[in-house]
């Protein structure tokens, strides 16, 4: 064997010729080979690569496809529970990271993911909503409380209860502690009459509305320090008590008792019946 450039003798397993150092036909074919061998690991590991990224598209899609049903089902749980925010907020941030995974990917979002969206929103509007709603009547609620404390505050005291004070007592303790397992007590009537013995009043046929319930009751109010509302009660169960007392009734201040009055002349005796045969 010898070199093509010079004509000298080469051994076989020269790759390049001793004396003009060029590159002997064994070294082209290793290095032929060697360039064979890396094509097919490049040809292999792209290969792999597209094989990896269809898995982990396919992947991707599935994960996406999970996080727009989650949103559309929290979504659905908040309202189904009253406009409930905690499952509307779980919804939105799971919609958040399904727009993040398909930006991420190049996907288009989801319709799901869509609805899960809008009903996420609207049920957290709801709720604010409501909140807020809730916030103005408690508020009211204590005005119209502290106003039936101004008005009552000077004839709650006096022997006499009139019928007005009366009324202002019941509606103040309606607003303040409900009826029956309701709380929410609105457009109280005293149509009824007064009825005062001693130190005991009856106001009778109390209109009011609980919640979406018509009520008719009888209110008995005691006389302590001063007039307290010591029972509501229907009108078809007077003897059950419905709402209970907001204090307990101090007793009346002891006032001077009248003597009782005896008679100058005693009442005449019937004339027991004679024994004596006629």
């Not at 969206?117 to 009547?137: C, E, I, N």
């Not at 005062?196 to 009856?202: F, L, N, P, R």
Request: hydrophobic fraction near 40%; glycine fraction near 6%; proline fraction near 6%.
């Amino acid at each position: 064997m010898t070199c093509g450039t010079c004509g000298a003798g080469l051994d076989p397993s020269n790759l390049a010729c001793p004396f003009c150092k060029a590159p002997t036909p064994f070294a082209q074919q290793q290095h032929a080979q060697g360039e064979r061998e890396r094509q097919a690991r490049e040809a292999a590991e792209l290969v792999a690569r597209r094989r990896n990224d269809v898995f982990a598209r396919a992947n991707a899609q599935t994960e996406l496809d999970r996080l727009a049903h989650q949103s559309v089902v929290w979504s659905g749980i908040g309202i189904l529970f009253c406009f409930l925010p905690i499952p509307a907020l779980v919804a939105l941030i799971l919609v958040y990271r399904a727009r993040l995974l398909a930006r991420e990917k190049g996907f288009v979002f989801p319709t799901q993911a869509t609805i899960g969206l809008v009903l996420g929103v609207m049920t957290l509007l709801t709720s604010g909503g409501f909140y807020v709603f809730a916030g103005v009547l408690a508020v009211q609620k204590q005005q119209a409380i502290h106003a039936l404390e101004q008005a009552t505050a000077a004839k709650a005291s006096e022997t006499t209860l009139d019928h007005d004070t009366a009324c202002a007592l019941v509606q103040m303790h309606l607003l303040e502690h409900g009826y029956g397992h309701g709380d929410s007590v609105t457009d109280v009537k005293c149509d009824g009459a007064l009825d005062q013995q001693g130190e005991v009043a009856t106001l009778h046929d109390v209109t009011f509305d609980v919640s979406t319930s018509f009520h008719t009751a009888n209110a008995t109010l005691r006389r302590g320090a001063r007039w307290v509302v010591e029972r509501v009660a229907d009108s078809s169960t007077a003897g059950t008590s419905a709402a209970p007392a907001a204090h307990p009734v101090a007793p009346a201040p002891a006032s001077p008792a009248a003597k009782p009055q005896t008679s100058a002349h005693p009442a005449p005796h019937a004339p027991a019946p004679s024994s004596k045969p006629h």
